[in-house]
């Protein structure tokens, strides 16, 4: 599981699975720099050679797209911000600066 892009502008990230199974991401957790906005992921399952966007507005989830349902409050800093994708015993698995 690593961060494929991060999107400051459009307040977008990209979670992708190199695995060769589905990986659960129930409760794995994508935070900003300083840990200031933290995303827990819902009862959710990737499915092998495919990504996951999380934006950070609005919107109804699917298979391709989750929402954090920030209503227009960003969480990225448009000069530079750093993701950071946790399983769900903290434990880091992907980093990703902009």
């Excluded at 892009?5 to 589905?22: K, M």
Aim: hydrophobic share 35%.
């Amino acid at each position: 599981m690593y961060i494929a892009d991060l999107d400051l502008q459009d307040e977008e990230v990209t979670i992708a699975s190199a695995e060769a199974t589905a990986v659960n991401l129930t409760g794995w957790t994508i935070t900003d720099e300083g840990m200031r906005n933290t995303y827990t992921f819902p009862v959710f399952t990737l499915v092998p050679g495919t990504n996951v966007t999380l934006h950070s507005g609005a919107g109804n989830d699917t298979a391709t797209d989750l929402y954090w349902g920030r209503g227009g409050v960003p969480v990225w800093n448009n000069d530079g911000d750093i993701a950071t994708l946790s399983d769900p015993d903290g434990r880091v698995a992907s980093t990703l600066e902009r």
